[in-house]
Each structure stands twice: as C-alpha cells, then as structure tokens.
C-alpha cells in the first residue's frame, strides 16, 4: 500500500507544471516547469480553425478526458493568426522555416526554434537548419534570448523598449524547459538576464511581447485578450 500510494504521488507531481512567481532584479516574473517526458505539446488549429485562446484548447481537450495544466502564447503570428515562421504539429510541419532576417523581432537574428522531442531544446535558426532535429512539436520565434550562454549581441541594458514579455528556456542537457513571463514592463536585455543568471538555462527563445498571456490554474491565473496564434501547453488528465 505504501508503494502503490509513493506511485500515485509522483504521477501526480509529473503530471503538472511547477509554476510559481519569482523576482529577479527588482521585476517580478511568473515561471512554469516542465520535464522532457511530460505531455507538452504546441496548438494552432481545430476542427474550425484556428484555436485563438486557451479556453478552445480546453474545450478541445476535454472530450477525451484531457485539459492543460499550463499554457501561454508561443510565437509571432500574422493577422489570419497563422504562423510566422516553422511551426510543427504533432510531426507534420504547418509552416516552413524562415531563415532571413527580416523586420520586427521576429528577425532580428539570431532568431531560433524551440523543439519538443525526446527532448527539450531551443536551437539557432541557421543550426536548426544545418542539423534539421527531429521534433514532434516545433515553433520558431525570435529573437533568441541567450545563445550557448550568451546574451543577444543587441540587446542594450539601458533599452527603453518596455514590454510586457515571454519566452521558453533549456539547460544544455535538454532534460526541462522553463517558460516565463514577466509582471511588469522589462526590456530585452534583463529578460534574457532572467533566464541566464536568475534561472541558470543555457539558451532562450522570446516569444512575444504586449499579447503575452499565461494560463496556470495551480496559481489561478487566465490571462484573456485578443485571439492568439500558436500555443505550447502541458497536457494532463482532467
């Protein structure tokens, strides 16, 4: 009995997102956890169309038992909310790869992609492209926040580019990826800060700035807004 009731206690920590808020040089910011293994995936489109909040990938889920236990937004869309860059999809890729610079955030190079497969990773565009992983779940955003632990060559520490913002980080072993979002206006550079030195992740990936959006239940948070593109989210039983 104290065996079956040790086996059900770590089932049910793995099946949530270790979320919690943190402050990391005077911003606060609210982070959630998750372990390669895990049931993350990425969502766009449904049976109508695009998805556009966390409330449609709940209701998604729930015929088959499921719900999200975290989500937020990740990555840059276009006005009909598809992609701007790769997205993939349970394996099969909706969106191509986008590997030029371009304008806004989404190229200033170096961008990158975040992978979900055996496990978690945030790869430079031009090394995703020379490599081609294979993950089940894919989206490319950008900037990169920190690339093999250093910060973005662009980004000014006396930046007045405030936003409220988000991305994904991964230690080098790819074993959990911490996704973040910050609670006040920051700039660039001390967001990528957080993820390096208040969170100690080799490389990061932005996802977005002013629609940046959370879904973390276990904190009672569901941020709302205007419809959104794609979504990454912890999938786990009802």
């Not at 966390?54 to 990740?74: H, R, S």
């Not at 030029?100 to 031009?126: D, M, Q, S, W, Y």
């Amino acid at each position: 009995m104290l065996r079956l009731a040790f086996m059900l206690v770590v089932w049910g920590a793995a099946a949530v997102a270790d979320c919690r808020d943190m402050t990391f040089e005077g911003a606060s910011y609210t982070v959630c956890e998750v372990t390669a293994g895990q049931d993350l995936r990425l969502f766009h489109s449904g049976p109508d169309g695009a998805l556009g909040s966390f409330t449609a990938v709940n209701e998604m889920l729930a015929p088959q038992g499921l719900a999200l236990g975290f989500a937020m937004n990740a990555g840059m869309y276009h006005r009909d909310l598809g992609p701007v860059g790769l997205y993939v999809e349970d394996g099969v890729e909706a969106a191509p790869l986008v590997t030029r610079a371009g304008p806004g955030n989404f190229g200033l190079v170096p961008n990158g992609v975040f992978c979900i497969g055996k496990t978690l990773r945030v790869i430079e565009t031009l090394a995703f492209a020379a490599e081609k992983p294979a993950c089940r779940y894919a989206t490319q955003s950008g900037p990169m926040l920190v690339i093999g632990g250093k910060l973005h060559p662009k980004f000014l520490p006396e930046s007045d580019s405030l936003h409220i913002r988000n991305g994904v980080g991964v230690p080098a072993d790819g074993s959990r990826a911490v996704f973040a979002i910050s609670n006040q206006e920051v700039n660039f550079y001390a967001f990528a800060r957080l993820f390096r030195d208040g969170l100690g992740l080799r490389d990061a990936l932005y996802f977005d700035g002013s629609i940046s959006r959370l879904y973390a239940p276990e904190l009672d948070r569901h941020d709302g807004g205007f419809p959104m593109g794609p979504m990454v989210g912890l999938v786990v039983p009802r």
